[in-house]
C-alpha cells in the first residue's frame, strides 16, 4: 500500500512523491487524508534545519500533525468505523522516511485511538485542532486570567478567543506585523511600540516564538507577574535577569498539548462557544506543495495554508 507524500529530503528540499506504507494492525486504522495543514512553527524548522535533535528525528521525512481523514479500513479493536471524519495529530507510517509528524500524506495508518472523530460540518477547520489544543494548554498552563498575548498568528487568535471563551476578561494583543493587526471583534489588538504600560499586568502568553519579545513583555509584569512561553525558542532562551529579578517574575512553559486538551476545544467548537472561522487563509493542492510551503513560512497575510487532498490532481 502506498501513498502521495510531502517529504523534506534534507533542510531545504522538498518534493511530493510515493511512499510505501506499513501494514495496518488490528487496532489501527487506514484513512484518507481530506485536508492538512502547515505549521509555521516546527514544519519550518524542520525545513530550514533549525529543529533541535531529538529522538526518531532523521532525513527524509513528512512532516505535519493537523490533518483531518475519512476512515476507510478500521481494524477490529481500532474502535473506529469505516466512513468516521477523523483528526490526524500525526502517523508513522512510512518505509523510508521518517514520520515527523507524519500526517502530510494522502493516506495515513494510524492507531484508532489517536485518530479523534470529529463532525463533517467543521472537517476543513478540524485542522486547527492542534493548535487550539495548544492555545488551550498554553491558558489552562497559566496561573491567572490572561492580561496581554503577544502574536496575533493563529496561536495568539486561539488564546486570546479561549481566555475569552472561559470567561476571562479580553486579553489585549501585541502584534508587531501591520498586516496581522486586524481588527478582532473580542478583544484589542495593537502595536507593542505604541503600548507603553509598563508595571500593570500579571499574566503575559508569548505565543511569538521570538526571543526579543520577552525582555519588553518582562517589563510589562508587575511584581509577581508569570510570563508563559507558549511558543518554541530552539535550543536557548535568554532574558534580561536584573528586569526579571526585581519584578520576582515566575517563567512558565507550556508544552506540548494533551489529548484532553483536544477534547475539551472540539466540545467548545461543537458547543459553538469556541469558533475557528477565519484563520484557516489559503489552500493549494499537494502538488503545489513547494510554493505552499514558501507561502506558509513568508507572507504574513497567510495565518494557515491548507494543503487540499482531495484535489490532489
Not at 39 to 67: A, D, I, Q
Amino acid at each position: 500500500m502506498d501513498t502521495s507524500a510531502i517529504i523534506f529530503e534534507k533542510p531545504g528540499s522538498l518534493l511530493l512523491d510515493q511512499l510505501e506504507l506499513i501494514d495496518p494492525a488490528r487496532d489501527d486504522v487506514v484513512a484518507e487524508t481530506l485536508m492538512s495543514g502547515i505549521s509555521t512553527g516546527t514544519e519550518k524548522m524542520l525545513f530550514e534545519g533549525s529543529m533541535p535533535t531529538f529522538p526518531g528525528m532523521s532525513y527524509p521525512l513528512v512532516p505535519g500533525y493537523e490533518s483531518v481523514a475519512r476512515v476507510v479500513e478500521a481494524g477490529p479493536t481500532s474502535g473506529r468505523r469505516v466512513g468516521d471524519i477523523v483528526f490526524a495529530p500525526g502517523a508513522s507510517c512510512f518505509k523510508g522516511a521518517a514520520g515527523l509528524f507524519g500526517a502530510s500524506a494522502s493516506r495515513l495508518v494510524l492507531a484508532g485511538q489517536r485518530a479523534i472523530p470529529v463532525p463533517a460540518d467543521i472537517a476543513e477547520d478540524a485542522i486547527l485542532l492542534a493548535l487550539a489544543a495548544t492555545a488551550h494548554h498554553a491558558v489552562k498552563r497559566a496561573g491567572s486570567p490572561v492580561d496581554i498575548v503577544i502574536g496575533h498568528g493563529v496561536l495568539g487568535r486561539l488564546i486570546a478567543r479561549i481566555a475569552c471563551t472561559l470567561d476571562q476578561q479580553p486579553p489585549r494583543v501585541l502584534e508587531n506585523c501591520a498586516d496581522r493587526r486586524s481588527v478582532a471583534t473580542q478583544y484589542e489588538v495593537s502595536d507593542p511600540e505604541a503600548d507603553d504600560r509598563e508595571g500593570s499586568c500579571h499574566c503575559i502568553i508569548d505565543a511569538s516564538g521570538n526571543q526579543a519579545a520577552l525582555d519588553p513583555a518582562i517589563k510589562r509584569l508587575e511584581r509577581g507577574g508569570e510570563l508563559v512561553l507558549a511558543g518554541f525558542y530552539g535550543k536557548r532562551v535568554s532574558f534580561d535577569f536584573p528586569s526579571a529579578f526585581m519584578r520576582e517574575i515566575t517563567i512558565s512553559l507550556a508544552s506540548e498539548f494533551k489529548p484532553e486538551d483536544i477534547h475539551a476545544v472540539l466540545a467548545l467548537v461543537v458547543s459553538g462557544a469556541l469558533s475557528l472561522q477565519g484563520l484557516v487563509t489559503h489552500h493549494a493542492p499537494p502538488s503545489a506543495a513547494e510554493s505552499a510551503y514558501r507561502t506558509a513560512f513568508g507572507d504574513p497575510s497567510c495565518l494557515k495554508m491548507a494543503i487540499d487532498w482531495r484535489n490532489a490532481a
